[in-house]
């Protein structure tokens, strides 16, 4: 068994640990490069990541073939898609995170409000569009949610959120459960003001090293 397994696992139990989702809900998956159909590995569909071994963890080939002992999740055309479009792209997590999923019940983007925003690619958190899960329609509106983004809401649904590797995508989850938490309770207070463009441009800049140790002698305005 893959060593891509074992760590795909470990990620899917962390979401649920984290109460990101709950039950058989959510889906993680990684991309394959080892692969030359490029493939991913993904999450089983019904199962619980507490209840599953790393046997499993499905492979599913860009054709949409898959091979294991387990169907893959029902979203598997959703992080297809994504690594098809997205070649920055090696990891994907989708759940369904208690304030993540009220905003996108709600259908509401989360605007530059915080400047934390700037963590998911730019001005706003998208909210995709409503379509059925597990199918072609929901795959397109969440690829077009995440253009030039890391992470989208998905209406009426849940969050979605993209990482270069497994060794960031968890943390970078919660980062947004949390910022949709911020975002939820300052609504209560009313809608709060939002960052200008200019603000938003400056934090975008600042975030080149965001979240990444660099060495003391590294030049922060280095391009990264």
Known sequence: MSMLANDLLAVARGMTAARLSVGTAGNVSMRDDTDAANGFWVTPSGMMPERCEAAD????????????????????????????????????????????????????DVPAFHYMVARFGGDSVRCGSYATFGTQALSDATVKALEN???????????????????????????????????WRARCLGEPPCLDDAQMREALVQFRWYGRPRPLDADPDAPQ
């Open 149 to 183: 983004r890391c992470a989208a809401l998905m209406a009426n649904h849940g969050m979605i959120v993209l990482a270069p590797d497994l060794s960031t995508l968890l943390d970078r989850a919660i980062e947004l459960e949390m910022l949709c938490e911020h975002y």
């Open 57 to 108: 963890m499905t492979r599913v080939r860009a054709d949409g073939s898959a091979h294991g002992r387990r169907a893959p999740s029902s979203e598997w055309r959703l992080h297809r898609d994504i690594y098809a479009a997205r070649p920055d792209v090696g990891a994907i997590l989708h759940a369904h995170a208690p304030f993540a999923t009220a905003l996108a019940c709600h259908r509401l």
